[in-house]
């Protein structure tokens, strides 16, 4: 059975995206050394173990940290663009991040009682989505009014989100932890818009029950369907544009965008769906910005104000140190920063 070193150094290794060859070069160490590290045939002196931890941009303690954190059936959106590599380097950094944030929340003896609000819902037809999204609505006491941060709903309704710097082929994953923690990945580096519908596309993942006989192409146009009706209602929707409409204009639009959250072409996704427009004027919509690149370029402007951001782990750590319930050498470690750049980041008043 391996032990919890060899486990870390070969967890620690994808993290970081590297292959053996690449951590021997920057270690100066040879393929063979690294292998036998992971395979737990030898184990390193403490100054290649500081080398290696540099290299792999973690604390010597990382190495010994037993595991405590598995990722259940994760779902990768658009994978095929994704190398092998890549797709191991965000599920252990994910996983990394995890066990940091749940021994943090174990400590401040924090709920996680999460409870699906829609479990009940079968989804059978793409209508059914509606009714789902307008009960998760009423549950979470969202009423039919604009959500502000899709991020801190989440959280607030015991739901973890975590946001990764990758490139934009990687939209986001959803996952269960010890099949009751929810989980929510999602590329940072996304305009706010996008970000937004793909936390409701992946909650849309985790949450509806959804027929066993969808193909792939139709779970995703429910789950695309579950985030335009989280973020606006089919009521709120009819009142924007109406129950019917041939033409619209862009200002509207981004009007609609400004003040729900919502992209202009997932708006207009939307309005196909409830039937406000036809299958035909939504193709010509996107064939017109396809041959204009200065009206997708409007259209592709961020117009939402509010930031889209997860602060709700360092809101924990800085509790934490206030109650004096972790020390500043524990929070160190659970952020994975030096004690004096934790310091330097807080004011006593």
Known sequence: MATTFELRIATARKMAGLSMDELASMVG???NAISRYENGIMKPDSSNLIKLAKALNVKVDYFFRKASVELA????????KLGDKAIDSIKYRVIDR?????????????????????ADIKIEH?????????????????????????????????????????????????????????????????????????????????????NSNFTDKEVE?????????????????????????????????AEIQKEWGISIQAIMYRAKDLEIISQARMTHFF??????PDLKR??????????????????????????????????????????NALKTNLSYI
């Open 29 to 31: 160490l040879s393929k």
């Open 298 to 339: 409007q259209v592709d402007e961020p117009r939402y104000g509010s930031a889209e951001t997860s602060y709700r782990f360092n809101q924990l750590l800085y509790k934490g140190l206030a109650q004096e319930l972790i020390s500043f050498s524990k929070a160190s470690v659970l952020s994975n920063q030096s004690v």
């Open 73 to 80: 059936s994760v779902e990768f959106r658009k994978k095929a």
């Open 126 to 210: 793409l209508q059914d989505v509606e009714i789902a999204a307008l009960q998760l609505r009423q549950v979470w006491n969202l009423g039919l009014n604009p959500i502000a941060s899709v991020i801190e709903m989440l959280e607030d309704n015991f739901i973890k989100v975590v946001e990764v710097e990758e490139p934009l082929a990687f939209d986001g994953l959803s996952t269960f932890v010890d099949d009751k923690i929810p989980v929510i990945v999602v590329n940072k580096n996304f305009p706010i818009e996008r970000k937004r519908f793909t936390l409701l596309h992946e909650l849309g993942h985790l949450l509806l029950s959804l």
């Open 221 to 253: 146009n429910a789950c695309n369907r579950f985030a335009g009706a989280i973020l606006v209602p089919q009521s709120k929707m009819v009142t924007e544009l109406g129950f019917s409409r041939t033409t619209i204009y862009l200002q509207e639009l």
């Open 98 to 118: 995890l066990e940091r944030y749940l021994e943090l929340e174990n400590i401040l003896l924090v709920n996680n009682d999460f409870t699906n609000p829609i």
């Open 287 to 292: 064939i017109t910005i396809k041959k204009k």
